[in-house]
């Protein structure tokens, strides 16, 4: 219950740090919350989800939410709108050298009619970027709203974190490669303008679906090591039961596939922690990322963040 509650209280500041300022809840789910606040009994303090008010408002519940309250905010933010998808595609690409190969996959990609019908009117299908020959490859959950538009992984207000951080580490953003474990942005509700309101992260089946065409980047750039950034990204590569929170794994080396992954958190938890500590957590996964790749540490890289 208490790890319900925190993960729900995580997911609302994670979106009011990306800029939500409102969730959208349809109205079966506000009549099933009220209907488990007013059965709820008294086991825990109620959370604070102030940060992101949803809409409409809530009257204030004289007890704690219950678990059944608590799954029916989540299901509002993690529940997809679309149908049951079909299979996940068996991508099996063409001979020949990484250009080609690349060439292939992006065909397969942005025809596959999945993925179409899951990208709203005027928004891109989404895949990976970056030097087919890198080293190291990092790995999120979705695209977001910048995403959809440009077609590019990771160019929001997180994404430019993340490039300033490759850049801590002595690269460039062409140098590595950002990748998706999805192609598409997951459906909410649209605002009266008919733009989503806010993100949700995906689903274990949309996951699924999708995992072959992230296989099939790794199979053509064949990075020395791969780096999950989050939770969701973590789950993607690991699988749901993996873990039960990103605090038990990040830091520590895992395999995909054969090759090692590195789990930390993603940028947008620097976005709402902005303490030297919160950085400092993320710049030491970075710097066994940079010892696996070989890459010179200098002095002043390895005292980034560091309480004086």
């Known amino acids: 219950m208490r790890l319900a509650l925190h993960a729900l209280t995580e997911e609302l500041r994670r979106l009011k740090a990306s800029g939500v300022k409102r969730v959208a809840v349809d109205e079966p789910t506000l009549a099933s919350l009220r209907r488990a606040v007013r059965e709820a009994g008294s086991g825990l303090a109620k959370p604070s989800v102030a940060a992101v008010p949803p809409e409409p408002a809530l009257a204030p519940a004289p007890r704690a939410p219950s678990l059944a309250a608590v799954r029916a905010v989540t299901t509002a933010i993690s529940v997809p709108v679309a149908a049951t998808l079909p299979p996940a ?36 299908v989404v895949l990976g970027v970056g030097s087919l020959d890198a080293r190291i490859m990092f790995v999120g959950e979705a695209p977001g709203a910048e995403e959809e538009i440009q077609g590019e992984p990771f160019v929001g207000p997180a994404g430019q974190l993340l490039t300033r951080m490759i850049q801590g580490m002595g690269l460039q953003r062409a140098d590595v490669y950002i990748g998706n474990i999805m192609n598409w942005r997951p459906q909410l509700p649209v605002s009266g303008a008919g733009e989503q309101v806010g993100n949700r992260p995906p689903t274990e089946e949309e996951m699924r679906y999708c995992l072959p065409y992230l296989r099939a980047q790794i199979e053509i750039v064949k990075p020395a ?38 789990v930390t958190y993603h940028p947008s938890y620097i976005l709402r922690n902005q303490s030297n500590r919160s950085k400092r957590m993320i710049w030491e996964d970075l710097l066994q990322v940079m010892a696996q790749a070989e890459l010179p540490i200098s002095e002043r890289q390895r005292g980034y963040f560091l309480d004086r």
Do not use: H, Y
């Not at 025809?111 to 928004?123: E, I, W, Y």
């Open 89 to 124: 595609p068996v991508v099996s690409l063409p001979a020949g050298d990484k250009p080609t190969r690349w060439a292939a996959l992006q065909s397969l990609v942005f025809n596959d009619s999945t993925c179409r019908a899951n990208v709203r009117s005027g928004k891109k």
């Open 225 to 262: 090591l791969l780096v999950a950034l989050g939770t969701t990204a973590a789950q993607g590569l690991l699988g749901f039961g993996a873990f039960k929170t990103l605090g038990e794994i990040r830091g520590k080396w895992r395999d995909f596939e054969g090759r090692p992954l590195m």
